[in-house]
């Protein structure tokens, strides 16, 4: 396990993240770590966020999350030692108070089947995971679980979901969804043309029958996920302008943007640039 060294880097403000006031990173230690090659199909990144508050005070997180199941291992103020987020059709928020350490697994759409027995289309939107809960789970969480670094946790998630792997092959139903979620990231803001399923050479059915067995979403859904997020890190860039930003992701027109963005952050684009100028004038 000592033998391969971690990629760790800072999560950055203006990356893809999905956090909603990518400002109050630098008020954490928030960092992604490279999965090993092998497991490439099961996990899409690893991250970590570690934070220590004063005692009377606590910080909002809003996240607008990349369609995909995290799995995570958590220490200190904290809901639950091992936890499980799904999906989420909205945007989703969390407090931040106290001490507090989170190591988490960003899986792949084919990942939650190899490393669980959950099914994704009956998932809570965040849960607990414990022995009731799934046996399986919650045994690779406890092994991935530590006291010492965030990269000691990655060779551990490495070294465990390498076995699970072997055991538990995925599907080339899920394989398909990992391929579906490809396209769709690569192709946001395209012109419409040949579909996803054509690129992949396979039928309109195989994929939304891959992405729901999967994520629990259909294509359409996805898609949108992945393009909003694509929104939220474009309107966190210095001068960031909405007419533009829609035009180059492919919306009708502005005011489509608009009710998208609002319809899943709760908040209209606009109004989400003044938040953030008024986090840096913090």
């Known amino acids: 396990m000592g033998e391969r060294r971690v990629a760790s880097k800072p999560i950055d403000v203006h990356e893809r993240s999905g956090v909603m006031a990518p400002a109050l990173l630098r008020r954490f230690d928030a960092t992604w770590h490279e999965p090993a090659a092998a497991i490439r199909d099961v996990v899409d990144a690893y991250w970590s966020v570690r934070w220590a508050l004063t005692t009377d005070e606590t910080v909002e997180q809003r996240v607008l999350e990349f369609p995909a199941v995290t799995v995570s291992v ?3 103020a904290v809901p639950a030692p091992f936890m499980i987020t799904n999906v ?7 407090t931040i108070g106290g001490r507090g350490f989170v190591f988490a697994v960003r899986l792949r759409p084919a990942g939650l089947a190899v490393v669980s027995d959950l099914d994704p289309t009956r998932l809570s939107a965040a ?6 809960t799934d046996q399986l789970l919650f045994d690779m969480l406890n092994s991935v679980s530590g006291p010492d670094s965030a990269a000691d946790h990655a060779l ?3 070294s465990v979901i390498t076995e699970m792997l072997e055991k ?8 398909l969804a990992n391929a579906a979620v490809d396209a769709l ?5 395209r012109k419409p043309g040949q579909s996803v399923a054509g690129m992949l ?15 629990g979403m259909g294509p359409k859904a996805v898609a949108r996920r992945v393009r909003l997020q694509a929104v939220l890190q474009r309107l966190s860039l210095p001068a960031a302008d909405a007419a533009r930003i829609a035009a180059d992701l492919g919306y009708v027109d502005q005011a489509h943007m608009i009710n998208d963005f609002r319809g899943v952050a709760g908040i209209t684009p606009g109004a989400y640039l003044r938040e953030l100028a008024a986090l840096v004038r913090a």
């Open 74 to 76: 958590e220490t200190g």
């Open 88 to 94: 989420q059709r909205r945007a989703w928020s969390r």
């Open 127 to 132: 849960q607990p995971i414990n022995e009731e």
């Open 156 to 158: 551990r998630a490495d």
């Open 168 to 175: 538990r092959p995925p599907t080339a139903e899920h394989l």
């Open 185 to 189: 990231s690569r192709g946001i803001g």
């Open 201 to 215: 050479g396979v039928s309109e059915r195989a994929v939304q029958r891959a992405l729901r067995s999967s994520l």
